[in-house]
């Protein structure tokens, strides 16, 4: 059974744009915290050795930071730093009132562990939401600082207002920080929520029969290009969670980002799709920023 | 496209003869330990109040725990503990160094907090694992006591030698205890593992339609005999986890136990199939024994 994919008036996604929207409320929230003589949000980064990609992502959160008028604060190592250095470090910051939250940039030197620095961050300052204790209180659907990107893909679906309950969700990629945490969001009975999900992956037989009926497809598997038209059902929801760096004689920085989607293949099916860049992207950094807010205010763990 | 179903000779998955053949290589092991100067294992059941299906499930984990030599103490409170009483018993417990797990039976009364009574127990001794930490660790991929239900039905496969790779499993129902952590343990790279895997629930749309593609599936929804079969794909594997209990004035007891699953009219569509009882039930002791033995053997957090 096949039906013949129609093209149809997609609308784009907008990440950038609601990023923005989020990064102004953060903004005017901290502005009535200081107004109402409260400190305002304060977060650090760990950054050990110069991988580009990390010193660019550090970067930009820090800058991030000052946008929305957060402190910032930004810790940086050689890559020769011991793990007993950075664990009493981190150890330094879980103690430090001044800091309402902190990230440690991966990835670290394989001489240190990620798992043993992950947990030895207190998770109430945990604003990355990849301490176990937050990704196990999010499947028990209590009170968590969730994982950005995935948290970032539901409010996306809420800002949009797309309707998610009893939905067919297919997740493409089962990795810790994006595939299998948002397929536990969006089955739970949340809004955004309540989706059928299936989760799929390299073992995965089938996978564009079953990515055919999806309603809304989350492509995370981090190949570039690799959802084709022939996977996606015509008027489906597209969210693109691949950022590969490709090479590019034409841009000025030899390379350009490519998503998981071939877009112009597979955007015209599309109701709605999140383009790259632009689209899953910048909504990572602004719920970082909620993150701290929250952790900040003592939302998510009593004190 | 609906394939006519055909009578085929399922076999049974008989959870009793695997539980009892866990339970004497867990048996050899605390005569091993015991013969090599060792303390035996040592479980602890807090039981608050006196429901009926409380006190049956104590008393068999107190006797499962005799069976297998280990030690084992059963803690009573009546129903007005206060939630602080409790949490202090629970900070006795972590602390003592002769308890290497215990489980506090819930459900609790309705003035105590389950989720802050399970976060107060050591992750290391949590052999329900139900704290969070063991949860967000299983997610993770990392060492953990995992939930005990959940693992008993991976634990089935592996004895069957039922093959999982690539296959679809669909799971119906998305409970804390069962459908949500299966799903999670099903998908991940492991052996048993790497399914592509579908979690449906009262949302879902179409759902015969979706069980239907199940090379496996999974009931966990807690009503009595609710998989028909037009839910089910010819040869698949079936693994009812529901235990209601339904009026039988034919039995002794004036109840039967009845699976989610309409066992007269599925097993003959199916390869194997878990009866009720006698199927995943008694294998939830089982692996409650077995987390007891891995935590007094230090095997899952270092010490």
Not at 11 to 39: F, M, P, S, W
Request: hydrophobic residues 40%; aromatic residues 4%; negative net charge.
């Amino acid at each position: 059974m096949t039906t013949a994919p129609e093209a149809t008036t997609y609308r784009l996604i907008d990440g950038k744009q609601t990023a923005e929207a989020i990064k102004e409320e953060i903004a005017a929230e901290v502005q009535a915290l200081k107004a109402a003589g409260h400190k305002v949000p304060h977060l650090a980064a760990v950054l050990v050795g110069h991988d580009g990609g990390s010193e660019t992502y550090v970067r930009n959160k820090v800058l991030a930071c000052e946008r929305v008028g957060f402190e910032s604060t930004l810790i940086r190592y050689e890559d020769d730093i011991t793990e007993a250095e950075l664990l009493a470090r981190v150890e330094a910051l879980n103690q430090d009132t001044r800091i309402d939250g902190f990230i440690v940039q991966l990835p670290l030197p394989r001489h240190i562990s990620a798992e043993k620095v992950i947990e030895a961050i207190r998770p109430e300052k945990d604003v990355d939401g990849f301490h176990p204790m937050n990704i196990g209180r999010m499947v028990a659907g209590l009170p968590a600082l969730l994982p950005a990107t995935p948290s970032g893909i539901v409010e996306l679906l809420r800002r949009y207002e797309l309707p998610t309950d009893g939905k067919h969700c297919v997740i493409i990629g089962r990795s810790n920080i994006v595939g299998t945490p948002v397929s536990i969001l969006l089955a739970k009975n949340l809004d955004p929520g309540n989706c059928t999900v299936t989760l799929c992956h390299s073992h995965t037989q089938n996978l564009a029969e079953i990515s055919r009926t999806a309603d809304i497809l989350v492509a995370a598997l981090g190949r570039p290009e690799f959802v084709r038209a022939d996977m996606v059902k015509p008027g489906a929801v597209v969210i693109d969670v691949g950022t590969t760096r490709v090479e590019d004689a034409t841009k000025k920085s030899g390379y350009a980002l490519k998503g998981d989607v071939c877009f112009e293949e597979v955007a015209p099916l599309t109701s709605y799709i999140t383009p790259v860049p632009g689209g899953v992207g910048p909504m990572t950094i602004a719920m970082l920023l909620q993150n701290t807010l929250k952790a900040a205010k003592g939302e998510v763990y009593a004190r």
